[in-house]
Every structure is written in C-alpha cells, then in structure tokens.
T-cell receptor, first 114, second 113 residues
Framework: EAQVTQNPRYLITVTGKKLTVTCSQN?????MSWYRQDPGLGLRQIYY???????DKGDVPEGYKVSRKEKRNFPLILESPSPNQTSLYFC?????????????FGPGTRLTVT | KQEVTQIPAALSVPEGENLVLNCSFT??????LQWFRQDPGKGLTSLLL?????REQTSGRLNASLDKSSGRSTLYIAASQPGDSATYLC????????????FGKGTLLTVNP
C-alpha cells in the first residue's frame, strides 16, 4: 500500500532532550516536506527536500533540522526542544517538485514538550 | 505573499443537504489547487487536485471548481452524509512550484443525522 508513515505518532518529552521524528514513504517520491499544525495558525511548512541531499527552509525552520540521506526517509530533528514546539507535525511527499503532482500526507505526530 | 482564506470557518448542516465550501487566494498565479480532508486526530487526505488549466474536477459526490482570475475555488458536496463531517482544507503551491503549499485554516463541517 502506497503510504507515508511517521513515528512516533505521539510523543511527550521534556525541554532540551533531543528527539527525532521519522518519516518514510514507499512511493519513490522525490519531494518530501515537514509541516506543523497549530490552532489558529493552520499548517506551516518547516523544511522541504527536493531530492537526496537537497533540503531547504520553509516558513518556520527555527529550532529544527532535517536530513535526506535516502530517497525514502526524511527525519525531522529537534536538537533542543522547547515548549513552543508543542504541535502536530505532518510529513508529506509528492512524486516530483512539479505543480501537477498531488501531495500525500502522513498520519501526523503529536508532540508535547514540557 | 500568498494568503489563503476559507469561509465559513464552521458549517453545520442536516444530512442530505447540498453544500458549498469556499476558498480564496490572493495570488492568482497558481499552478493548481488541492482540497484535503482532515478527520480529528488524523492526517490529511487528498480529495481533489485541480490544475490551473481546469475549471472543474469531480470525484463521486465532490466537485471542485477553480476561477483563477477571481482567486476563488469552491468545493461542492452533494447529498451530504454524517461521514462527511471533518475539516476541509484548501491549499495552493507558492512561488510557482510545489516547494511549499500554503494552506487555508479550514472549514469544520458537521453533518447532522
């Protein structure tokens, strides 16, 4: 089944404890991205990747890191999480970075930083 | 900067009613517009992708229209059912590519039995 998977789905952590949220897609998609969703603010892009080893900042990259060493994986790294990073995170992918292709989203990771 | 607005923010209708959700965007130079559905606590499910060269796209009881010149799109849901209850989001690519999607804040639809 074609899908985007994220792990973990739920995570409660403490301020400053490094964490990684994994994202994997099985559709051989070139493009992947991360979004966060907050009440009243909607979905905002954190980082995106156009292909292996090619990443760039979205609208809200501060406090996050990403890497794209393999085509299928695009982990989101929080080196020193803070409470303002408490949010619902989504990973997305599409076949190519062309506007004709639809984007597919993962199920989300709900992160709470205390 | 592209801005996407969805009105109304919430809508409650009785089962069986036909309804229209609205999406407007400020920069009409878009390549496509995508409608998503989000169920509580779950991810986004793509419903329809309508290209800039198209005026309409249909899938089952859903019909999306796009008017680039006026910066508007509508999602028409026919014969609504309780299972249609969800938040509906529209999104457009920003900056002339699919690098980033700019989302509206969504319309929360409740269909009452």
């Amino acid at each position: 089944e074609a899908q985007v998977t994220q792990n973990p789905r739920y995570l409660i952590t403490v301020t400053g404890k490094k964490l990684t949220v994994t994202c994997s897609q099985n559709m051989n998609h070139e493009y992947m991205s991360w979004y966060r969703q907050d009440p009243g603010l909607g979905l905002r892009q954190i980082y995106y990747s156009m292909n292996v080893e090619v990443t760039d900042k979205g609208d809200v990259p501060e406090g996050y890191k990403v890497s794209r060493k393999e085509k299928r994986n695009f982990p989101l790294i929080l080196e020193s999480p803070s409470p303002n990073q408490t949010s619902l995170y989504f990973c997305a992918s599409s076949l190519e970075v062309q506007p004709t292709y639809e984007q597919y989203f993962g199920p989300g990771t709900r992160l709470t930083v205390t | 900067k592209q801005e996407v607005t969805q009105i109304p923010a919430a809508l409650s209708v009785p089962e069986g009613e036909n309804l229209v959700l609205n999406c407007s965007f400020t920069d009409s130079a878009i390549y496509n517009l995508q409608w998503f559905r989000q169920d509580p606590g779950k991810g986004l499910t793509s419903l329809l992708l309508i290209q800039s060269s198209q005026r309409e796209q249909t899938s089952g009881r859903l019909n999306a229209s796009l008017d680039k010149s006026s910066g508007r799109s509508t999602l028409y849901i026919a014969a609504s059912q309780p299972g249609d209850s969800a938040t509906y989001l529209c999104a457009v690519p920003s900056g002339g590519s699919n690098y980033k999607l700019t989302f509206g804040k969504g319309t929360l639809l409740t269909v009452n039995p």
